[in-house]
């Protein structure tokens, strides 16, 4: 039973790129929750989806960032125009349902903005 | 507003010693849920532990047990029998509702370093 997968691990990209993280929940799971970590810091809530629905995306940055969960595939985070203060680890979390349901991590995915 | 505070930067603890974790926290939701996770120095984050605010008794899983004090507000996590393994930074958190939902808040972690 594979827990939640995040792809890539790590990456590194130039100022201005793209950067896309991939996740996939786990098993039976259909709601997301992305998090990011700053250096030194706890978990700050990003966004939350369903399936093909952005619940809540309150704790997203209104520029560059964006957020989907298809039908089919992964959790995509897409952060347009990267710049060096996007450095944080990214967390996605999935739980069965959005109620009171424990979400469980995946092992996230460290940006590093050159 | 949820909130989640952990007072304690650092700790350090002898090997096979107990430890607390200080975490209390803010809410006006009567129904949340408090969570610990463990983030070793890999960075990937384990769940350890989950207490449900109407949960009577305080909520154990092998060396850990969640001291749960409702009316102080404070849910502080015990570790018994400390092992080096356990040195890593903990996580409290709450999933209260928020909007309409139940939403997860984070404090800012406890590093915690185990000595033999």
């Known amino acids: 039973n594979a827990g939640v997968m995040q792809n890539p691990r790590h990456l590194v990209r130039r100022r201005g790129q793209e950067a896309r993280l991939r996740c996939s929940p786990m098993?039976?799971?259909?709601?997301v929750y992305w998090y990011r970590q700053l250096p030194e810091e706890g978990l700050k809530f990003m966004v939350y989806l369903q399936k093909e629905n952005i619940i809540d995306e309150s704790g997203m940055p209104k520029e560059r960032f964006s957020a989907e969960f298809p039908k089919e595939g992964p959790s995509i985070l897409r952060i347009q125009q990267v710049v060096r203060g996007d450095s944080a680890a990214y967390f996605c979390a999935s739980s069965p349902g959005g109620g009171r349901d424990t979400q469980y991590f995946g092992p996230g995915t460290r940006l590093t903005v050159l | 507003a949820q909130k989640i505070t952990q007072t304690q930067p650092g700790m350090f603890v002898q090997e096979k010693e107990a430890v607390t974790l200080d975490c209390t926290y803010d809410?006006?939701?009567?129904?949340?849920?408090l969570f610990w996770y463990k983030q070793p120095s890999s960075g990937e984050m384990i769940f350890l532990i989950y207490q449900g605010s109407y949960d009577q008794q305080n909520a154990t899983e092998g060396r850990y047990s969640l001291n749960f004090q409702k009316a102080r507000k404070s849910a502080n996590l015990v570790i018994s029998a400390s092992q080096l393994g356990d040195s890593a930074m903990y996580f409290c958190a709450m999933r209260a509702n928020s909007g309409g939902y139940q939403k997860v808040t984070f404090g800012i972690g406890t590093k915690l370093q185990v000595i033999p």
């Open positions: 098993k039976g799971h259909s709601h």
């Open positions: 809410t006006s939701d009567p129904s949340y849920g």
